[in-house]
């Protein structure tokens, strides 16, 4: 290899180029390069008669097209590779496994703010304090100036105390404007000269710093078999299981210390939800400016800053949602993924992969320990434990012993035989939030909807309104008074009367529940309590939802109520009641997994309360109240949960058991939609082993959406590739009419 590195021709560069092909693409390394191409390093290239930028993905002794047919590499863009070669093998490896381009795998290990060359850090002006002019000291200059030019004379006093500062600061203290520095310069007092500095996101919030906790002997234990892991890698991962209120957090606290003064670095993933203010400071209050935090709420600039600082080894601890998983942290020592069994761990549009997976990939490709915590881990994950891929640490107790919640389950069919209708709110739940006022202490209603009603529907004739792009039913909102399709976003004006012209009839009536109706009903109930709602419909603005939470906390509000938003990893220990308005939402969803979402969604919104010294209580209105989900959320009992989910899941070799598979097509025409899928199943079904089910095509369960017609395949396979690799290769050969395509999704979750 050296041979032919050092021949005429120079080595060869294998680079995907930032534009959608799925190639890569070889070029000469010139002689001058030799030194600064490495694997991953960004590059500039001649494309057709274009530049574009590209990433070197491999380093080939010899290409197998001629030499005289391949183009040099045009120049290296920064000083060292922004992606190390772990990151190029992980980009490959998501590739192949959930079948998307290799440029798209790069693209996602690589962030856009890193990635555009014309990003860097903000310059900002600085001015530099010279030498005195000859037999002269500044103090004399300075009296000098006083009465002459006052603003000159400020400036300079400021500017004796710190010899160099930005010109804001230097305005800021003395007053002088960009005419007065100027007007320095030009005496050569001071040098003016632009400097980078780091946009700090945290500038204006101080942290209480704190110190680790003396561990209960369950914290302790679990500590252990983690610092093990993060010495030995034996185990490698440890799967956290701690029901809410356990304090798993001070275990990744304190394991994050051990991997700290090892000298190594780690990454820390929470749900983007929960990737709350109130998380984030417990890192930073234990670690401070060694933690980089990497949000999409977040500027451009500020995350370009916080994702150098982690390359550069400043912040050695970077904490951020699904994407923060590729972050260049150095010497790796710990991965952990908190609330592992989130949905939003999947990333939703291609490459659709699964954080919590490529944190145990990417832990076996580093070295490094990999922890995984959750109240309500993935049936994926309790099944990797038992059979040995993981290892189990159980935290079954709350700090201090403090009591789990109650969890009462109230009938609604009894409730609406006894009142003779349906009430928002039962008759149980409206004494408890009763009581709660009058003890001033806090309650949260949780409700998966938001809007006033889910749909609009006129009861002579049954027309619904439906969204005319959309197959769903279009969501009522008071205010403004507008229909909203939460798929695509259309807004229409509410009809006076039902627009079935053989109907016309005014009595439209507004059908199942959504949050701005359960606000309204809770505030005509309690005219004297403080209400807030919080949803995507009132958090638009970016500073919305801390604001909400801080009025929460500090008693502001007395009932709080909103969707999955406040569901997740909130800590108010005055909340003594959960009210959970209608469990069924997720209960009857088309999925496998409905029963398992509903039972960690109920386990986690009990989590909320009763994290004070008071015993905190759950009430869960329901129509199904002994379904084996709620009756196991009841129970708190995610072993009964267990056994009888896996048992449902083996007999119809559903995951974990198998890898689901979801190839989804869309267009314009459903004809066209059905007959490729026809097509791509002809093909591949000869071609798949035995042990692959298949099925489809069949309409999504939203079988139109944004206009568009949808139909899937869903593919139950013991190994992910045996089904993958034969399934692109159909794909690849078909002749795509125009306006059809098609999304693969491999471990899909809904
Ligand atoms: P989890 O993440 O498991 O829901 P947390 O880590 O949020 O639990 O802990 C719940 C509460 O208990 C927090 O307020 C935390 O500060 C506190 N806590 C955790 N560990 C200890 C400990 N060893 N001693 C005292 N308080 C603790
Ligand atoms: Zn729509």
């Known amino acids: 290899m050296n041979e032919t590195r050092s021949g005429t021709n120079g080595s060869v560069a294998r680079v995907v180029v930032e534009i959608a092909l799925d190639r890569e693409f070889d070029y000469l390394i010139p002689d001058p390069l ?15 008669p274009r530049m574009v930028t590209g990433y070197v993905v491999a380093l080939c002794p010899d290409s197998d097209l001629a030499p005289k047919k391949l183009k040099p590499i045009k120049r290296v863009v920064g000083d060292h590779p922004l992606i190390t070669p772990v990151m190029v093998k992980m980009a490959r490896w998501m590739a192949a496994y959930y079948g998307c381009p290799l440029e798209q795998a790069v693209r996602t ?3 856009g703010v890193v990635r555009r060359p014309d990003r860097s850090f903000k310059q900002v002006p600085h001015v530099l ?4 002019p000859p037999g002269q000291t500044w103090p004399q200059l300075i009296e000098a100036c006083r009465s002459r030019a006052p603003k000159q004379a400020a400036a300079l006093e400021a500017l004796q105390a710190e010899t160099v500062m930005t010109q804001p600061r230097l305005t800021a203290l003395s007053g002088a404007t960009t005419a007065t520095v100027r007007a320095m310069a030009t005496k050569g007092w001071v040098q003016l000269e632009k400097r980078a500095v780091a946009r700090n996101p945290f500038e204006r919030s101080q942290v209480v710093p704190t110190t680790p906790l003396p561990l209960m002997p369950q914290q302790a234990e679990s500590l252990a078999t983690i610092q093990q892991s993060i010495t030995t890698l034996d185990p490698a991962v440890v799967l956290l299981f701690g029901v809410t209120g356990s304090g798993k957090t001070e275990v990744y606290l304190q394991a994050l210390q051990t991997v700290i003064e090892r000298g190594q670095g780690a990454i820390v993933l929470v749900p983007e939800i929960s990737l709350t203010p109130q998380t984030v400071e417990r890192f930073r209050a234990r670690f401070g400016d060694i933690v980089a935090v990497l949000h999409s709420h977040l500027s451009g600039g500020e995350r370009h800053d916080e994702w150098h600082r982690v390359l550069t080894g400043d912040a050695r601890i970077a904490i951020g949602a699904r994407s923060a998983l590729f972050a260049p942290v150095r010497k790796l020592g710990l991965i952990v993924v908190d609330e592992e069994h989130e949905y939003t761990y999947k990333q939703e549009e291609p490459p659709r992969y699964h954080a919590r997976d490529m944190a145990v990939l990417r832990g076996r490709m580093e070295s490094c320990a990999v922890v995984l915590g959750s109240a309500t881990p993935a049936l994926e994950s309790i099944h990797n434990a038992r059979i040995g891929k993981y290892h189990l640490a159980r935290m079954p107790a709350r700090v201090d012993h403090r009591d789990m919640p109650l969890i009462n389950v109230i009938d609604m069919r009894v409730e609406m035989e006894r009142e003779g209708r349906l009430n928002v709110l039962s008759r149980e739940l409206t004494a408890a939030i009763r009581l709660r006022l009058e003890k001033g202490e806090q309650t949260i209603l949780f409700l998966n909807r938001r809007g006033f009603a889910t749909s609009l529907v006129c009861p002579k004739c049954g027309y619904v309104a439906e969204c005319s792009a959309c197959s769903i039913a279009m969501t009522y909102h008071k205010a403004p008074h507008q229909l ?12 006076v009367r039902c627009p079935d012209p053989d109907c016309r009839d005014p009595a439209f009536r507004y059908a199942g529940l959504g949050t701005q109706r359960v606000e309204e009903v809770v505030t005509k109930v309690f005219p004297q309590a403080r209400v807030k709602r919080m949803d995507a419909d009132t958090t638009t603005r970016k500073e919305a939802y801390a604001e909400l939470l801080g009025a929460f906390r500090h008693g502001d509000i007395d009932i709080l109520l909103g969707t999955q938003m406040i569901a997740k990893g909130l800590d108010f220990p005055n909340v003594t009641l959960v009210g959970v308005i209608n469990a069924d939402t997720a209960l009857h ?10 039972f960690q969604l109920i386990t986690q919104v009990a989590g909320r309360a009763g994290r004070g010294d008071v015993m905190g209580e759950v009430m869960v209105q329901t129509f199904t109240p002994f379904h084996p989900a709620i009756q196991a959320a009841r129970r ?15 007999e119809l070799q559903y995951p974990p058991f198998t890898h689901y598979i979801c190839l989804q097509l869309r267009g314009a025409e459903a004809e066209a939609v059905e007959a490729m899928g026809t097509r791509v199943m002809e093909q591949l079904i000869p071609r798949l082993p035995e042990n692959i089910i298949a099925a489809g095509p069949v309409p999504a369960p939203l079988a139109r959406a944004k206009g568009e017609y949808r139909y899937q395949c869903v593919f139950r396979t013991p190994s992910a590739t045996a089904c993958t690799r034969p399934l692109r290769t ?10 059809v395509r098609y999304a693969l999704d491999v471990d899909a979750i809904s």
């Open 484 to 495: 909203h399709c939460h798929i695509c976003g259309a807004v229409q004006r509410v009809p």
């Open 109 to 111: 290990v690589l962030p």
């Open 129 to 132: 304090l010279a030498l005195p």
């Open 34 to 48: 030799r030194a600064a191409v490495c694997l991953g390093s960004q590059v500039v290239v001649p494309f057709g």
């Open 636 to 650: 708190l009992d995610y072993d009964q949960f267990h056994d009888q989910e896996i048992e449902y899941r083996r």
């Open 730 to 739: 159909v794909l690849d050969s078909l002749k795509w009419p125009k306006d």
């Open 589 to 598: 969803r088309p999925d496998f997994r409905a029963g398992e979402r509903t």
